[in-house]
């Protein structure tokens, strides 16, 4: 006599966020963070983000904690007006 089967445990890769972004301005996908510079004693910084096909550039402050979604989401709003 055998013993039953487990069912087998299916590990999935986790999604990691994208590097390069589409530009609101021209569409294309060669959008990326430029720098994120942060102050470690003051917790306060600066993060670049430009296109490369149109030259659209903007500044953004930042946290020790902001990645480049993060800035990303601070351009479009930004951009299409949104937002403080």
């Excluded at 039953?4 to 299916?10: A, E, L, T």
């Excluded at 021209?26 to 720098?35: I, L, P, R, T, Y």
């Excluded at 102050?39 to 550039?57: F, M, P, Q, Y």
């Amino acid at each position: 006599m055998g013993r039953r089967k487990r069912k087998q445990q299916v590990y999935r890769p986790q999604r990691k966020p994208p590097k390069i972004f589409s530009c609101p301005h021209c569409g294309s996908n060669s959008m990326k963070v430029k720098e994120i510079k942060v102050d470690k004693e003051e917790g306060t910084g600066s993060a670049t983000i430009r296109c490369g096909n149109c030259g659209l550039e903007e500044s953004f402050p930042a946290g020790p904690l902001t990645e480049p979604v993060d800035v990303y989401g601070d351009l479009i709003d930004a951009f299409y007006g949104e937002g403080d």
